[in-house]
């Protein structure tokens, strides 16, 4: 609730206070913050919560919000580095960014977890590659 309370007074603020195209810029940057947090709010964010990496070498997902694990597949634009590891994730017909830090996790899980994502992880199936976006 104090996220929309900031963004209706900095619309107040911008709209009282400026003018002419810097007004309208502040107010579409405000516009699509908006609209970012209100959508975390009503729970549409993808938040990873698990990961899990099984026997098979099989990556499964379970976001926050939901419950269950998903299949997932690991994008060959996800970037591994020794600080941290940007994970591009497909999930079906859904795709999310995931940025894991080296502290977030234990220095052999996240040694673990740079070995499968380098050398051991599946290729995406066709069928789900060459899916249509999700709406």
């Known amino acids: 609730m104090l996220s929309i309370l900031l963004h209706v007074t900095t619309i107040a603020v911008v709209a009282w206070f400026l003018t002419g195209w810097l ?19 009503r729970g549409r964010g993808t938040n990873v919560a698990v990961l899990v990496v099984d026997e098979a070498g ?16 690991l994008h060959e634009d996800s970037r591994i580095q020794r ?13 999310l960014w995931q940025f894991v830090w080296v502290d977030m996790t234990d220095a052999d899980a996240f040694r673990r977890l740079k070995v499968w994502a380098i050398w051991c992880r599946p290729k995406i199936p066709m069928n789900i590659r060459n899916a249509p976006p999700m709406d």
């Open 23 to 41: 007004k309208w810029l502040w107010l579409g940057l405000v516009w699509f913050s908006g609209c970012w947090v209100l959508g975390r709010l």
């Open 58 to 73: 099989e990556a499964h997902l379970q976001l926050h919000g939901e419950n269950g694990f998903q299949a997932a597949y």
């Open 83 to 95: 600080y941290g590891a940007w994970l591009h994730w497909q999930l079906g017909r859904r795709t």
